[in-house]
T-cell receptor, first 113, second 112 residues
Framework: GENVEQHPSTLSVQEGDSAVIKCTYSDSASNYFPWYKQELGKRPQLIID?????GEKKDQRIAVTLNKTAKHFSLHITETQPEDSAVYFC????????????FGTGTKLQVIP | KAGVTQTPRYLIKTRGQQVTLSCSPI?????VSWYQQTPGQGLQFLFE???????NKGNFPGRFSGRQFSNSRSEMNVSTLELGDSALYLCASSRIQGTEQFFGPGTRLTVL
């Protein structure tokens, strides 16, 4: 089955700096890669996603890159703000078949004002 | 549109008991997935239902089961509860497979 590894498990950055979270996956059939943000005590919410036919996607301060050959994808947050502090989860799934989403173990991001 | 709802929000049970959790997806969403979230293990996939059929199952013992009704509402059942079953149980719905999932607020289960 699919295995998703996520690094780092914790990340502290100064406000205004960039943050990068990296994930690798094992199943070459995976073709949908969402990123979720979970604030303390709240439900995970999708912040950005990318499909395997695209190498990069950007939404304001957030971008995701995908390298299918190396089977890794990364989340980039620029100009971090205190409200970016949360746990971020990457995930991988095969949208062509049955929906089984495999999540990474999460990265706790702390943005220091 | 109303979001994904889960009931109950909190539950306290003792070892050996069984529990049923409920999830109502967003209107029009046919896929419902269940996850177990614990501090050490992150989000672990339990199973996914689509049009009343279980399409995929994670690596959990047979004590964990579920079902989906014709209106896409889903229930999850855990029998013979163990202390290690204490967790936040999240359900998520999506319009079809392989698209954005919307999570419910979760049910916090505590097993004493």
């Amino acid at each position: 089955g699919e295995n998703v590894e996520q690094h780092p498990s914790t990340l502290s950055v100064q406000e205004g700096d960039s943050a990068v979270i990296k994930c690798t996956y094992s199943d070459s059939a995976s073709n949908y890669f969402p990123w979720y943000k979970q604030e303390l005590g709240k439900r995970p919410q999708l912040i950005i996603d990318i499909r395997s036919n695209v190498g990069e996607k950007k939404d304001q301060r957030i971008a995701v890159t995908l390298n299918k050959t190396a089977k890794h994808f990364s989340l980039h947050i620029t100009e971090t703000q205190p409200e970016d502090s949360a746990v971020y989860f990457c995930a991988a799934s095969d949208s062509g078949g049955y929906q089984k989403v495999t999540f990474g173990t999460g990265t706790k991001l702390q943005v220091i004002p | 549109k109303a979001g994904v709802t889960q009931t109950p929000r909190y539950l306290i049970k003792t070892r050996g008991q069984q529990v049923t959790l409920s999830c109502s997806p967003i209107s029009g969403h046919r896929s419902v997935s269940w996850y177990q979230q614990t501090p050490g293990q992150g989000l672990q996939f339990l199973f996914e239902y689509f049009s009343e059929t279980q399409r995929n199952k994670g690596n959990f013992p047979g004590r964990f089961s579920g079902r989906q009704f014709s209106n896409s509402r889903s229930e999850m059942n855990v029998s013979t509860l163990e202390l290690g079953d204490s967790a936040l149980y999240l359900c998520a719905s999506s319009r079809i497979q392989g698209t954005e999932q919307f999570f419910g607020p979760g049910t916090r289960l505590t097993v004493l």
